[in-house]
């Protein structure tokens, strides 16, 4: 299986994110109204994802805790596909969550456990995605076979890993013949000096990856 690539809008106003959605968008396989822009913008902003890609894959990152069934609902009725939940949300909030929309994701942030993923896979809930925080990176933390082998892990648990943090092209060679879901990038494509480019030379390395 070839990867998906999923582009994250990580802006902080409607204008700008909308403008790397139509710049990226027929690039990419799923458009993500990232954290900070849902949070700055509101759920409007899924909305008109929606109206500008209406087949496209449409994740809204709330990295939810609580009330999942309140903020899915909201999310799936704006047009959002998937929704995330973070790990620490309890399994009653993911499994509210997933009765709105069509799946859930659990962000794998800080000291979760394998127990704790056999409990999301026994709920339904079989989409991961795996993390390098913004925060650790910026703090010098890299990609390396830690990362590797907890992705590998999860992979054998029965999980759809999706890959995030800091991606850039050159990363992908890390995992090669894995069977990861989707690599997740944010502004290694849409701060890029060309954006569509950008999108893809990630598409074309990881065919070229995967192909092989």
Known sequence: MIPNLQVALDHSDLASALKAAVAVGHEVDIIEAGTVLLLQVGSEVIECLRQQFPDKLIVADTKCADAGGTVAKNCSRRGADWMTCICCATIPTMKAAAK????????????WTYDQAQQW???????AIYHQSRDALLAGETWGERDLNKVKKLIEMGFRVSVT???SVDT??????????TFIAGRGITE???PAQAARDFKDKIRSLWSE
């Open 165 to 167: 943090g800091g991606l």
């Open 192 to 194: 890029a000096d060309d």
């Open 172 to 181: 992908l060679d890390l995992f090669k013949g894995v069977d990861v879901y």
């Open 100 to 111: 709105e929309v069509k799946e859930i994701q659990v962000e794998l942030y800080g000291d």
């Open 121 to 127: 896979l026994d709920a339904g809930i079989s989409q």
